[in-house]
């Protein structure tokens, strides 16, 4: 007797996009980052934030040029759109977590998709990206033995220096506490939105940005 073997397909995936970026911090860079952190932070729940939240108009060109050529790729190659649309960033802003702090869950509003440029990391840092359909899976809750992709509320994404991470900005996320680390966890944030044609006319969805 033939045992089939099934097939298990995943579903309208959401891509989160990762990548290292070739070089290293130079130094008029790490000079920039000083600067921007003496400029003042804003103390936030659990973490805190730079007060300029523009950090990428008139400063650390080289990294916001990685991650514009990047959010190309990603609109491109995992987008698709009909229409030529050129995804460019509006706020950019820079994270410091000190050892034990940590981001509270949440999304981000008026930008299509959201970024994180890594300037330091420890080993154990993550992010943490929240399935927004979860509660709806809730509704019958069987508890797993093993967590795995099709039963997790929850995936976590290590974070690493030199790295960026692209994902849509709806994903709520999040950072936990790293007890273990001894150094601040520092990195960039940005936001986007987008120039362009979105929907049809003939869809009576066309959008003319």
């Not at 460019?88 to 869950?105: A, C, D, M, R």
């Not at 900005?169 to 007890?179: K, L, Y």
């Not at 939105?193 to 929907?199: A, K, N």
């Amino acid at each position: 007797m033939t045992i089939n073997t099934p097939t298990v397909h995943g579903m309208f995936p959401t891509p989160v996009y990762v990548i290292k970026r070739n070089s290293n911090l130079t130094s008029e860079e790490e000079k920039e980052i000083k600067e921007i952190l003496k400029s003042g932070m804003n103390i936030n729940s659990g973490n805190r934030s730079s007060n300029n939240s523009y950090i990428f108009d008139g400063n650390l060109e080289k990294i916001k040029q990685f991650c514009e050529q990047q959010l190309k790729i990603y609109v491109e190659e995992l987008i698709i759109p009909r229409e030529e649309i050129e995804v460019y960033i509006t706020q950019s802003w820079l994270n410091v977590t000190k050892p034990g702090e940590f981001h509270h869950e949440h999304s981000h509003s008026n930008s299509i998709l959201s970024g994180v440029f890594y300037i330091s990391t420890e080993e154990g840092d993550s992010i943490t990206f929240t399935d927004p359909n979860f509660k709806v899976k809730e509704i019958l809750k069987v508890e797993p033995k093993e967590f795995n992709v099709w039963n997790s509320g929850t995936c976590a994404s290590p974070s690493k220096t030199n790295e960026l991470i692209l994902f849509p900005s709806w994903m709520n996320h999040r950072v936990e506490p790293n007890e273990m680390a001894t150094t601040d966890r520092i990195s960039i944030s940005f936001n986007t939105f987008v120039r362009g044609t979105l929907g049809g006319r003939e869809e009576k969805t066309e959008l003319i940005l």
